[in-house]
T-cell receptor, first 113, second 115 residues
Framework: IAGITQAPTSQILAAGRRMTLRCTQD?????MYWYRQDLGLGLRLIHY???????GKGEVPDGYSVSRANTDDFPLTLASAVPSQTSVYFC????????????FGEGSRLTVL | KQEVTQIPAALSVPEGENLVLNCSFT??????LQWFRQDPGKGLTSLLL?????REQTSGRLNASLDKSSGRSTLYIAASQPGDSATYLC??????????????FGQGTTLQVKP
């Protein structure tokens, strides 16, 4: 089934540890995004990539980094996790930056203790 | 700064009712507006996408309208079913931000349809 695959689905992490959330899409979409969803704050954009080889900062980029080595993969790394990064993380993609219609993965629930 | 508001935050209706979910945005300069559905513990599923030049879009029992000048969109659900129970989110893509694809999301309306 075509779509977006995120891993892990859930993770408990000690503060200070490094963590990479993986995201793979098989729709050959050019644009990919990472959002975090928090109760009362809604969905907020962390980083985005309009095409392979390029990335950009979203609304809440601090403490996160991304890379886009190819079209399909868009990993999100927390270099040194902090409790405020406890959240549900969603990877999304769209055919291109102007299409607008977003397709989401099932999310990765991260708890930082 | 663009802000998106959805009222009410929660709604409970009996099965079979027609209902309207509301979305308002503060800046009418938008590229498009999208409605999503989110089931508990799941990701978002795109329901309807309305381009700024369009007035409405329909898919099955769902109809979304867009009035840019008043900063409003509505999602109409006909003959509601218990399976429609979910959180519905609207999001706008502000005009001029197409280089980021950054959607601005509302906080959603949680719908419960009672059998």
């Amino acid at each position: 089934i075509a779509g977006i695959t995120q891993a892990p689905t859930s993770q408990i992490l000690a503060a200070g540890r490094r963590m990479t959330l993986r995201c793979t899409q098989d729709m050959r979409h050019n644009a990919m995004y990472w959002y975090r969803q928090d109760l009362g704050l809604g969905l907020r954009l962390i980083h985005y990539s309009n095409t392979a080889g390029t990335t950009g900062k979203g609304e809440v980029p601090d403490g996160y980094s991304v890379s886009r080595a190819n079209t399909d993969d868009f990993p999100l790394t927390l270099a040194s996790a902090v409790p405020s990064q406890t959240s549900v993380y969603f990877c999304a993609s769209s055919r291109d930056r102007d299409t607008g219609e977003l397709f989401f993965g099932e999310g990765s629930r991260l708890t930082v203790l | 700064k663009q802000e998106v508001t959805q009222i009410p935050a929660a709604l409970s209706v009996p099965e079979g009712e027609n209902l309207v979910l509301n979305c308002s945005f503060t800046d009418s300069a938008i590229y498009n507006l999208q409605w999503f559905r989110q089931d508990p513990g799941k990701g978002l599923t795109s329901l309807l996408l309305i381009q700024s030049s369009q007035r409405e879009q329909t898919s099955g029992r769902l109809n979304a309208s867009l009035d840019k000048s008043s900063g409003r969109s509505t999602l109409y659900i006909a003959a509601s079913q218990p399976g429609d129970s979910a959180t519905y989110l609207c999001a706008v893509l502000p005009d001029g931000s197409s280089n980021t694809g950054k959607l601005i999301f509302g906080q959603g309306t949680t719908l419960q349809v009672k059998p």
